[in-house]
């Protein structure tokens, strides 16, 4: 009865004491070696690791070290730290800084939608609906050539047609074109093509439809480009203003840089407290770090598609202008060649003239003689 007591008692100290989850870190590793030993202590971490190419190996461990914080301009780090759901005034605040507005976001849309007709409708990063009903789209870009003009126009339209199919539905018949908000299309750039630089000045771009008679009609589509790349070399002093910080924020991720930030800024300092503490759940931003480099392979390869086809296109212009010049050279040739029969053929007839003017002469010549000669 004694034994039983003891085993029961065990038992119960067991159960109020589990087993630590082996993919939390109570104390985060402070040296590489530390860290890699952690992660081979667990087979699923490990794994997760070595899926990650040299470069995001040592992201993850300078990050587990404390060394730099998380790439926020990735998608899945930006989304973490800025999901309304998880932190409902943070992704507000930085729009409102950027479109120099007061705004709010209500909700996170569904980043992938379809059209009244069926048809699938463009997967954006971060669509958002604002407290007015108007919708934004965020765009994270680590190239510039990724997000050309072209697409951005593309984005925008399918902002308005995805509004217009969600009013629509809502209202029915009391629907009205007045009922369709303003969209905006934002996009951070970490890598901005030239076109960027050639304004050494600016690195944020507003933008909207103007007419160049003056025509005051305000149309909904709205843009704001921002190069984080100029941000960082941005040659003047920076205003000290929210703006600011938040793109500093993005573009800071050395953790020495990070206590200046925070002492400028000191409410940034849940952030990135917020962040260390997933230092203890290796799991968690091996997920992230997993993501974040398939989002980047996808676009490498869908880029890489788009130069070939573009290096394509230039070829067979190439090989289009060639057979165009060769096609001109034969009949340029042809010309010639029938130019010169022509006048190989003008030259025979004209020599066959002199010789019959030649023969004719002579014969005179011989029948002067001949008269001549009788007449002695």
């Not at 301009?73 to 973490?80: I, L």
């Not at 997967?123 to 994270?140: A, N, T, W």
């Amino acid at each position: 009865m004694a034994n039983q007591k003891i085993i029961r008692s065990t038992q119960a100290n067991t159960a109020l004491s589990p087993l630590p989850d082996p993919h939390t870190w109570q104390t985060p590793p402070e040296t590489k070696d530390e860290a890699l030993a952690l992660l081979a202590a667990s087979p699923l971490l490990y794994g997760s690791y070595q899926s990650l190419n040299p470069e995001w190996q040592q992201r993850f461990l300078d990050f587990c070290q404390g060394k730099k914080s998380l790439p926020l301009t990735y998608d899945p780090f930006f989304k973490r730290i800025f999901h309304p759901d998880i932190h409902p005034d943070r992704l507000s605040r930085l729009i409102s800084s950027i479109l120099g507005m007061s705004v709010k976001v209500l909700r996170l849309l569904p980043n992938e939608d379809s059209i009244i007709d069926g048809g699938t409708l463009l997967i954006m990063d971060l669509l958002g609906e604002l407290e007015d009903g108007s919708l934004i789209d965020v765009e994270i870009q680590k190239q510039g050539y990724a997000f050309p003009a072209e697409r951005i126009s593309c984005y925008s339209s399918d902002l308005v047609m995805r509004q217009y199919a969600r009013v629509k539905g809502i209202r029915g018949k009391a629907f009205t074109y007045r009922d369709i908000k303003n969209v905006y299309v934002i996009v951070f750039f970490e890598k901005s093509v030239k076109v960027f630089h050639q304004i050494p000045n600016a690195y944020l771009h507003y933008g909207k439809t103007v007419f160049n008679t003056g025509l005051d009609m305000e149309l909904l589509q709205e843009y704001c480009l921002i190069a984080l790349d100029v941000f960082k070399k941005f040659p003047y002093p920076r205003i000290r203003d929210e703006q600011t910080a938040w793109l500093s924020l993005l573009t800071t991720e050395d953790l020495k840089d990070a206590k200046k930030l925070v002492s400028e800024y000191p409410w940034l300092r849940e952030i990135y407290e917020e962040t260390a503490m997933l230092r203890q759940k290796p799991e968690e931003v091996l997920g992230m770090f997993s993501e974040a480099l398939k989002i980047l392979d996808q676009n490498t390869v869908k880029y890489m598609i788009e130069e070939l086809q573009k290096e394509l296109e230039e070829k067979d212009a190439v090989i289009a202008a060639t057979a165009k010049e060769k096609e001109a050279a034969i009949a340029a040739a042809s010309k010639e060649k029938e130019a010169a029969i022509a006048a190989a053929a003008k030259e025979k007839e004209a020599a066959i003239a002199a010789v019959k003017e030649r023969d004719a002469e002579l014969d005179a010549l011989r029948k002067q003689l001949e008269h001549y000669r009788k007449s002695q």
